[in-house]
């Protein structure tokens, strides 16, 4: 059957620190994967997307990296705040045509302590 | 810009009752998204319009869900009759453009608690 999981409901680190959040999945060839932050009672807001034939995108202190071999992401926040706290949504497309019709995972919820 | 609205922001009902949600998306944004994302879950997709045209409400519960958006613009979600497991959160988002795969901007949902 088709999943996604991302593979830790919450993650604690140290102010400073680099996070490293995953995302698996299987039996889905998606042609690209988002991933969205979520702040408690609001709704998602984007964040990157990297598509098949890319294997690292950035954008200042993020990055994420996309490997269809393996059928996994990481998602990465260098020098990591406190404001960075949230809960991060990996989606991906269900490709085989669909417009733009997204399947999400369950999220990591990131506490950075100062 | 202004963002996705949706209103209520919250709303309690006893089960059985109906209820209706709406949503204005970003000005001409052409595809809208109802989602349901229940507590400690991802959203997951309940309806996708293009236009005014449905493309996928493979996962709406039609027995007693249904989604309607007049003139391409506005939405509205209804569930009649409510039940205990449609406590939940109701997501709408939009993206700018037909038939291309684009981010989705959402709205802050609405949060529905069915006793």
């Known amino acids: 059957s088709q999943k996604i999981e991302q593979n830790s409901e919450a993650l604690n680190i140290q102010e400073g620190k680099t996070a490293t959040l995953t995302c698996n999945y299987t039996?889905?060839?998606?042609?690209?994967l988002q991933w969205y932050r979520q702040d408690p009672g609001r709704g998602p807001v984007f964040l990157l997307l990297i598509r098949e034939n890319e294997k690292e995108k950035r954008k200042e202190r993020l990055k994420v990296t996309f490997d269809t071999t393996l059928k996994q992401s990481l998602f990465h926040i260098t020098a990591s705040q406190p404001a960075d706290s949230a809960t991060y949504l990996c989606?991906?497309?269900?490709?085989?045509?669909?417009?733009?019709?997204?399947?999400f995972g369950k999220g990591t919820k990131l506490s950075v302590k100062p | 810009e202004a963002g996705v609205a949706q209103s209520p922001r919250y709303k309690i009902i006893e089960k059985r009752q109906s209820v209706a949600f709406w949503c204005n998306p970003i000005?001409?944004?052409?595809?809208l998204y109802w989602y349901q994302q229940i507590l400690g879950q991802g959203p997951k997709l309940l309806i996708q319009?293009?236009?005014?045209?449905?493309?996928?409400d493979s996962q709406l519960p039609k027995d007693r869900f249904s989604a309607e958006r007049l003139k391409g613009v506005d939405s509205t979600l209804k569930i009649q009759p409510a039940k205990l497991e449609d406590s939940a959160v109701y997501l709408c988002?939009?993206?700018?453009?037909?038939?291309?795969?684009?981010?989705?901007?959402f709205g802050p949902g609405t949060r529905l608690l069915v006793l």
């Open positions: 988002a939009s993206s700018p453009r037909e038939g291309i795969r684009e981010t989705q901007y």
């Open positions: 039996n889905y060839s998606p042609a690209y």
């Open positions: 000005s001409g944004h052409a595809t």
């Open positions: 989606a991906l497309d269900k490709g085989g045509g669909s417009q733009g019709n997204l399947i």
């Open positions: 319009f293009q236009n005014n045209g449905v493309v996928d």
